[in-house]
């Protein structure tokens, strides 16, 4: 995969067809978490537990349990016959040194019922105590075609 792939588990897809989440402005609380080394098992993984081993431990301008997520907004695209889920780009305010020296994945999940969403590839610029920005898409974080 390179830079900024990602992939949703397969946990989520189910559990939002049944109607569990919520991802609109003023639903489900949402946070993205930062990990130094992870293999991605969209299979298997499912909750904040099947990953926290991986996260990045408290400091250096990170907090454990992640960012959450801001400007969450959830439309019908009807010219591309698909739904969109986006929100803000989210950035770790004054960002490392981490070890390792730059997350490998960045991980979405909903804190409140520990559900993982989806998660990205990250590997490139170490975080050296600037702001680090996670930049989404410019179609939108999950696209429903």
Known sequence: MAQGDGNIYNNFKEEVMEGLFDLSSGGDTIKTMLVGSYTPDIDSHATYGDVSGTEYAAGAGYTVGGETLAGQDVTQDNANDRGVFDATDETWTSLG???????????????????????????????????????????GIILLT
């Open 97 to 139: 040194p981490l070890t390792p020296s730059h997350p490998t994945h960045a991980i979405m999940y909903v804190p409140s019922s520990d559900k993982l969403i989806a998660y990205w590839e990250t590997s490139g610029t170490a975080p050296n105590g600037a702001n680090w920005t996670l930049e989404w898409g410019t179609n």
